[in-house]
């Protein structure tokens, strides 16, 4: 069994993989497509043939002609949905006729190819003629779904669950499809058939002779799925989702149907089912225990591969669900040499280790950091098996799977499963990559390693397309490298310490004090019975945690509570020293920071960051066009991504959130730190996020996984602020410092590394807030008894240093050209400073506070956010107030500018979008 015998992909051009994970499809109606500006004239010609399929959270329309693309209407972007009647039609057709407009349309398969998503992003028309029914047939169902995807996410999947169960209750199963009309029925319910990120509900029957499942829907090749009693070989109960409601079903070769993954509504439902079917006379399952397969391993009666497999599917691992796929152990760690030689000692792994502790400089810093971490404490912040890792290994034979789990969109060409070598060294050494391998490494062709055509990936930095996966030199071919891997996991090197890996992966070191000894302590979430969905009663809280646990992985179920006993050899079993992994290390380099920036790299700077500037009219004309409240406490920092589409934020709530501008809802939410966070920003990448934090770490998490890639213990107080520019990331504290480290962000061509530290710059009491020019030399600090000072950076000295308030210098900011600077303070006293005299070139008493400024890079424009919720702007040459808005209920404790946008957020944790009035929302 394999992945690709549960592929969907190929069954017809429209499949639930189209959709998001876990939507449902209920049903489609023939109808006619006529795009928009389509007149009576040409409505035969321009007009589309198909089928409207109507789904939990979209309506898409998949034509017949395969040159068309499949074009997908996520309800959440619907703005109506109407019968229409118009001169296009005649009489008799105007109760057939219907109307969706909507602000998003999603176009897929365009000529039949498997390619990223297009993303249609304006209002627009989409009519629709259906062929054999009335509008009345399909539009109430149309407009409840659109009604519950107007709710938050727990919510509107709970008003979708309940518009299933209705929809379920009224489906009965179809007798008529019994094989045997004096087939008595045993048991009867509603579940769901599992497969890879797709949930398809149908009702289950079981009789005295054959298990049926008959889909609500008519996506599956066969109207009902058939299984014979006495084809079963193994029936297996699941975890699905961390919740014990799942069982799977596997037959006898040569069976018509060779396995089945069912979840039912509550655990119960599933042991019924389960022991249902386990007294059925004409079942005969095939008898192994535990100890028996064990035995058969030892005894040399069964492969290492199979023993391992068969683990997998007692520790819960199936290939149906990305969640919980089977894991395999990296044996072989040469990838360069010529030749193989499975007699060598010194091309194998330690198998006594995790794969994180295999660098001992790595491992080293995670030590460090979880003895500081508060409980639910853990090394590892990304998992060994996650859907993201299974289908970065598969992408090239399962394209279809990688734009369902990325929302249409491949991987940079760069990021992707490119060279063995690479892939092991990024595990070895990266501070966030502990992949383990899947099982099509040792079993099948290794068509996952070639690159058919069927999907253009793109171009590569050096100008290549994606190909196949580069093998190592002992390779011939994709063949030979499966033979070559599968003869390592049989070699007597394995065969005598592949104990030790299960004892970490299903043993007793999965677990408590001796994973602690192990280094094999992973984020809690992942553990079988952390967390009980059930008791969730917030729908929006669960729909976090599955989300969580989609991104996180899931631990396998715990097999073994003592060591497993080795493998049986003839001289007993051997004992291997390893060479401790070192990554490369920065210790003995010089960090150079350069003390000085030319005029025109000040200029260039200047000049490329007025691309994100409001004008003048543009500020003039800023309103709230969207709102929105996740965070429980006040908003201390927001970042708005480089393409525009997600916003992250951090709070005093401990958490980071993001959320999408498009779909307009939660995309993710990380429990950062057990204190407050403090600052965010993200780097030119797009996939990393630095993170500040009350508990005097710096935290860097991958957008891209969902998970911490490092924690910086950076200050001895809380961090009130991190900066980045040029490679130089400045962190400032509660402890009187500023701190410069080198940080270089990971791209296609730099892996992850830590932030090195560089020097200190100490004040007389805690820095509230910072902010540095362009070129990154230029910094100022404003502290807790209102001290402002202006450091030079590469040289590591104060400018100059100055008392402007008589309390905390709430926030500052540094103009474009450099010449000036502005301070704000509790004293509500607004300072313009000229940076070369330090000369107090404005001073206003407000009378209010402003807590957050930035200044416009177009010279003279000051945003600020003050005590009365209002999003103030200033000009700075003329010290004049130019505009005033309130958008806020509450203090204004965050601002973002980008291109013609800018974010706030307030001390209750709501945040607004503002957008000149000409600006399409």
């Known amino acids: 069994m394999s992945f690709i015998e549960h592929d969907i992909a190929d069954q017809e051009r429209f499949n639930l993989l189209l959709l998001e994970p876990g939507e449902i499809?209920?049903?489609?109606?023939?109808?006619?497509?006529?795009?928009?500006?389509?007149?009576?004239?040409?409505?035969?010609?321009?007009?589309?043939?198909?089928?409207?399929?109507?789904?939990?959270?979209?309506?898409?329309?998949?034509?017949?002609?395969?040159?068309?693309?499949?074009?997908?209407?996520?309800?959440?972007?619907?703005?109506?949905?109407?019968?229409?009647?118009?001169?296009?039609?005649?009489?008799?057709?105007?109760?057939?006729?219907?109307?969706?407009?909507?602000?998003?349309?999603?176009?897929?398969?365009?000529?039949?190819?498997?390619?990223?998503?297009?993303?249609?992003?304006?209002?627009?028309?989409?009519?629709?003629?259906?062929?054999?029914?009335?509008?009345?047939?399909?539009?109430?169902?149309?407009?409840?779904?659109?009604?519950?995807?107007?709710?938050?996410?727990?919510?509107?999947?709970?008003?979708?669950?309940?518009?299933?169960?209705?929809?379920?209750s009224r489906c009965k199963f179809n007798t008529s499809w019994l094989e045997d009309?004096?087939?008595?029925?045993?048991?009867?319910?509603?579940?769901?058939?599992?497969?890879?990120?797709?949930?398809?509900?149908?009702?289950?029957?079981?009789t005295c002779k054959r298990l049926y499942f008959q889909p609500f829907n008519n996506i599956e090749k066969v109207p009902v799925i058939k299984i014979r009693l006495k084809d079963i070989s193994r029936v297996i109960k699941r975890r699905f989702l961390l919740r014990q409601i799942g069982i799977e079903i596997f037959c006898k070769e040569g069976a018509p149907c060779s396995h089945i993954y069912l979840s039912l509504p509550t655990s119960d439902e599933r042991d019924d089912l389960y022991g249902t079917i386990l007294d059925q006379k004409e079942l005969m399952l095939e008898q192994s225990s535990q100890d028996d397969m064990m035995i058969k391993w030892q005894s040399k009666n069964l492969s290492n591969f199979d023993y391992l497999m068969y683990l997998n599917s007692q520790a819960d691992r199936s290939f149906c669900d990305l969640t919980q796929y089977p894991v395999m152990?990296?044996?072989?760690?040469?990838?360069?040499?010529?030749?193989?030689?499975?007699?060598?000692?010194?091309?194998?792994?330690?198998?006594?280790?995790?794969?994180g502790a295999l660098n001992e400089e790595r491992i080293q810093k995670m030590r460090e950091r979880y003895q500081e971490m508060p409980d639910n404490k853990f090394l590892y912040g990304s998992h060994y098996s996650t859907p993201g890792y299974v289908l970065f290994y598969l992408a090239r034979i399962a394209p279809e799977y990688v734009l369902c789990l990325q929302n249409g969109k491949f991987d940079k060409?760069?990021?992707?499963?490119?060279?063995?070598?690479?892939?092991?060294?990024?595990c070895l050494e990266g501070a966030a990559d502990f992949k383990e391998l899947i099982p099509e490494f040792f079993e099948g062709k290794g068509e996952f390693l070639l690159n058919k055509g069927v999907s253009n990936f793109g171009i590569r930095q050096d100008g290549q397309p994606i190909g196949d996966v580069k093998l190592p030199p002992w390779a011939k071919d994709h063949h030979d490298f499966i033979d070559k891997m599968r003869a390592a996991l049989e070699s007597d090197f394995a065969s005598e310490n592949i104990h030790h890996w299960i004892d970490l992966i299903f043993g007793y070191k999965q677990t408590g004090e001796e994973a602690e000894k192990a280094d094999n302590v992973f984020y809690y979430m992942t553990y079988?019975?952390?967390?009980?969905?059930?008791?969730?009663?917030?729908?929006?809280?669960?729909?976090?945690?599955?989300?969580?646990?989609?991104?996180?992985?899931?631990?396998?179920?715990?097999?073994?509570?003592?060591?497993?006993?080795?493998?049986?050899?003839?001289?007993?079993?051997?004992?291997?020293?390893?060479?401790?992994?070192?990554?490369?290390?920065?210790?003995?380099?010089?960090?150079?920071?350069?003390?000085e920036q030319s005029v025109q790299s000040a200029e260039s700077s200047v000049a490329s960051s007025v691309q994100s500037c409001l004008s003048l009219e543009d500020i003039s004309a800023l309103y709230v066009t969207h709102q929105y409240t996740l965070h429980k406490?006040?908003?201390?920092?927001?970042?708005?991504?480089?393409?525009?589409?997600?916003?992250?934020?951090?709070?005093?709530?401990?958490?980071?959130?993001?959320?999408?501008?498009?779909?307009?809802?939660?995309?993710?939410?990380?429990?950062?730190?057990?204190?407050?966070?403090?600052?965010?920003?993200v780097m030119p990448d797009n996939k990393t996020i630095v993170v500040g934090s009350w508990d005097n770490f710096v935290y860097f998490y991958s957008i891209e996984f969902g998970r911490i890639l490092d924690a910086l213990k950076a200050h001895d107080d809380a961090v009130s602020s991190v900066i980045w520019k040029n490679n130089i990331l400045i962190t400032a504290s509660w402890d009187s410092t500023s701190k410069i480290w080198q940080f270089t962000p990971s791209s296609e061509l730099h892996r992850f590394d830590s932030a090195v530290f560089v020097g200190q710059l100490d004040h007389e009491s805690g820095v509230y807030c910072q902010d540095v020019d362009e070129t990154g030399s230029l910094l100022v600090t404003g502290t807790e008894e209102g001290q402002v000072v202006i450091w030079n950076v590469g040289s590591l000295y104060p400018i100059a240093e100055m008392r402007a308030h008589e309390g905390s210098v709430n926030a500052v900011g540094i103009s474009s050209d450099c010449r000036k600077f502005i301070s704000c303070g509790s004293d509500c006293l607004l300072k313009i400073f000229d940076v070369e005299t330090q000369t107090e070139m404005v001073v206003k008493?407000?009378?209010?506070?402003?807590?957050?400024?930035?200044?416009?890079?177009?010279?003279?424009?000051?945003?600020?956010?003050?005590?009365?919720?209002?999003?103030?702007?200033?000009?700075?040459?003329?010290?004049?107030?130019?505009?005033?808005?309130?958008?806020?209920?509450?203090?204004?404790?965050?601002?973002?500018?980008?291109?013609r946008c800018v974010l706030t957020g307030d001390k209750e944790g709501k945040i607004c979008v503002w957008k000149p009035m000409w600006q399409d929302s």
């Open 25 to 168: 499809y209920f049903e489609d109606y023939s109808v006619t497509y006529f795009p928009k500006g389509t007149v009576k004239a040409d409505k035969e010609k321009r007009s589309q043939k198909g089928h409207l399929k109507i789904c939990s959270k979209s309506v898409v329309f998949v034509p017949k002609v395969l040159q068309f693309p499949i074009l997908k209407l996520p309800l959440k972007n619907v703005t109506s949905v109407e019968e229409w009647s118009g001169d296009l039609f005649s009489r008799l057709d105007k109760d057939k006729v219907m109307r969706i407009t909507s602000n998003v349309a999603v176009k897929m398969k365009e000529n039949n190819i498997i390619g990223p998503y297009s993303f249609f992003k304006e209002a627009s028309d989409y009519t629709f003629q259906l062929d054999y029914v009335s509008v009345d047939d399909c539009l109430p169902q149309i407009c409840q779904l659109h009604r519950a995807s107007t709710l938050p996410p727990g919510e509107q999947t709970a008003m979708i669950n309940a518009i299933v169960l209705s929809r379920q």
């Open 633 to 681: 406490s006040g908003v201390t920092g927001l970042q708005l991504t480089e393409d525009g589409c997600s916003i992250f934020s951090v709070s005093q709530d401990t958490m980071l959130k993001m959320y999408s501008l498009e779909d307009q809802r939660q995309l993710r939410s990380f429990n950062v730190s057990n204190m407050a966070l403090s600052s965010c920003l």
């Open 413 to 426: 060409p760069d990021r992707m499963f490119n060279s063995l070598d690479d892939t092991w060294a990024n």
């Open 528 to 595: 079988e019975g952390a967390v009980d969905l059930d008791k969730f009663q917030d729908p929006n809280e669960r729909a976090r945690i599955e989300i969580q646990i989609m991104e996180f992985g899931q631990t396998p179920k715990q097999l073994f509570k003592k060591p497993h006993p080795p493998r049986f050899t003839k001289d007993g079993p051997r004992h291997y020293s390893f060479t401790t992994v070192s990554s490369s290390s920065q210790e003995n380099e010089e960090i150079e920071v350069k003390a």
């Open 845 to 899: 008493n407000l009378g209010y506070q402003i807590h957050c400024v930035v200044w416009c890079n177009n010279l003279s424009l000051i945003l600020c956010g003050t005590d009365l919720g209002q999003l103030e702007v200033w000009d700075g040459d003329k010290a004049t107030l130019v505009s005033a808005v309130k958008g806020h209920n509450a203090p204004v404790t965050s601002i973002e500018v980008r291109t």
């Open 181 to 206: 009309l004096y087939e008595k029925i045993q048991f009867e319910t509603q579940g769901d058939r599992i497969l890879p990120l797709v949930n398809n509900p149908g009702r289950i029957m079981l």
């Open 329 to 355: 152990p990296w044996i072989v760690t040469d990838f360069t040499s010529s030749t193989l030689d499975l007699a060598d000692e010194k091309i194998y792994r330690d198998l006594s280790k995790p794969i």
